[in-house]
């Protein structure tokens, strides 16, 4: 029949398919073995934007600022010294009316000396202790922002790493599209030029290569800039990338138990607490303005040519003094109230924090579930396809399918692999993203081969320094 002698020339055998396919795998396969001794995998793309990303540097040097707190807040309990010293020059003419007629003095001075004030606080109405100890309450706010910092950008370097994953096996499975589909077109206008074929059937091919070509172009350009978001977060460009394992291992078991953890252990909402503790600190200290104040002072001075008569005066003096605030403008009481405000701020804030990782832990939950379940079906989806296609192409060999059969049939069974790599990229990134949700994506949950960052490092060489404006090197 003619018909079947279109359709077996103008369509590539099943052996030929087989053939391309294994070679495909074989090609891939060889190629992961020559660059698997330099691919970098998830946990090594993760360990590199933990030591270079820019974003958790810069949070990491605001912590350092906010240590500089305590040592300005324990500035408050120690004494003051500060010394003077004057120089000066005086002419005097004094003209004066006497009994026995007009007097005139003149003489020069070079009046000169130096004072030195010792002052100490005693008492400040427990401003200083209060001062103290929300400072410290911030230093543990900022730890804790740091670590949910820490917990963003090891979210967005281990998505940056999946969607390069996912952009190089899609253009894979696209590239042996378009090899696929440009033979099947070589053969129809093979046999086109003897007229065996129709010019439908060559345009039919025609445009599913075009297609197939848009795709592949299209993939690439989702490539790169996958590309570029990798070199972004994690700090270098991707060499060679694989698909990682699971961490669901590292997850717990069912909801409840991810509402427990991240209720005790999510950064977010430990951060808010300590910010809330902070501001019930502040109360304390504004409300001290009201109490008196206990100051003593120590000053010793001395003074050359003060006067004519005066050659030389040396004082000392200790001084004891007692501040007692009676009216102060009703600024005191502003501050008081607005420190109020600002602490049930707070307070809302902690609230609002429990209620946003709540639901971050119930969303990232029922996600990983249905993708879970989709993975499934996804999978079946293309085995379905796979055995449809075969079929299809059995079928156009004897007559009973056309070209355009056997070209839907290849691409339903593209569309699903696509659809299969994308899934198993949501699945690891759903699996960290509810790693994140409960508060335990971070280097030491994740064992990542990395010099942890310790904030007390800092904290304790900054605390009681007393001298000195050089940054201590501990990062």
């Known amino acids: 029949m003619v018909f079947s002698r279109y359709v077996d020339a103008s369509l590539p055998s099943a052996r030929w398919i087989t053939a391309v396919t294994v070679s495909a795998f074989l090609y891939f396969f060889l190629a992961t073995l020559s660059t698997g001794a330099r691919a970098e995998g998830m946990n090594s793309a993760l360990a590199s934007a933990y030591e270079n990303n820019p974003t958790l540097a810069a949070e990491r040097a605001n912590l350092r600022a906010i240590d500089e707190g305590v040592p300005q807040a324990l500035a408050g309990r120690r004494p003051t010294l500060s010394g003077s010293a004057d120089l000066a020059y005086q002419d005097s003419d004094i003209r004066a ?57 090891l979210f967005d370097a281990a998505e940056a790493y999946m969607n390069v994953v996912r952009d190089m096996a899609v253009i894979q499975l ?69 698909q990682p394992a699971s961490i669901e291992n590292r997850l717990p078991g069912n909801l409840q138990s991810a509402d427990a953890i991240a209720e005790t252990e999510h950064p977010a909402i430990l951060a808010a607490a300590y910010a809330s503790e902070a501001a019930s600190h502040q109360v304390n200290a504004r409300r001290g303005d009201l109490l008196p104040r206990v100051d003593l002072e120590a000053t010793y001075s001395d003074r050359y040519d003060s006067s004519l008569t005066t050659q030389r005066s040396e004082t000392a003096s200790i001084t004891g003094r007692v501040t007692v605030p009676i009216y102060q403008r009703g600024e005191t009481s502003s501050r008081i109230r607005q420190a109020t405000q600002t602490l049930r701020q707070r307070q809302l804030e902690v609230d609002q924090a429990r209620l946003q990782v709540r639901a971050a832990v119930a969303s990232a939950w029922y996600q990983l579930q249905s993708i879970k379940a989709q993975l499934q079906s996804d999978q079946a989806q293309v085995r379905a396809n796979q055995v449809a296609l075969n079929g299809v192409r059995a079928e156009a060999n004897v007559g009973q399918r056309t070209v355009l059969d056997v070209l839907d049939a290849e691409q339903e069974l593209l569309d699903s692999r696509v659809t299969l790599v994308t899934t198993q990229r949501d699945r690891i990134v759903a699996s960290y993203a509810l790693l994140s949700a409960i508060g335990r994506l971070n280097s030491r949950r994740l064992d990542l081969q990395v010099v942890e960052y310790n904030p007390n490092l800092n904290y304790s060489a900054v605390r009681n320094r007393l001298f000195g404006i050089g940054i201590p090197e501990v990062d």
């Open 97 to 153: 009316l006497a009994a026995a007629g007009p007097t005139r003095t003149q003489f020069s001075l070079r009046p000169r000396g130096f004072s030195i004030t010792l002052s100490q606080p005693l008492f400040a109405g427990f401003t200083v202790l209060n001062n103290i100890r929300q400072a410290e309450a911030l230093v543990k706010a900022g730890v804790e922002a740091l670590k949910n910092t820490e917990q963003n950008t």
């Open 174 to 242: 696209r590239r042996s599209n378009v090899r696929v589909l440009k033979e099947q077109l070589r053969a129809t206008n093979d046999r086109f030029s003897v007229g065996e074929v129709t010019r439908t059937d060559v345009a039919q091919g025609e445009a599913r290569v075009a297609l197939a070509e848009s795709g592949l172009s299209l993939a690439n350009a989702n490539l790169a800039t996958s590309r570029a978001i990798y070199e972004q977060v994690i700090g270098h460009p991707p060499n060679s990338v694989a």
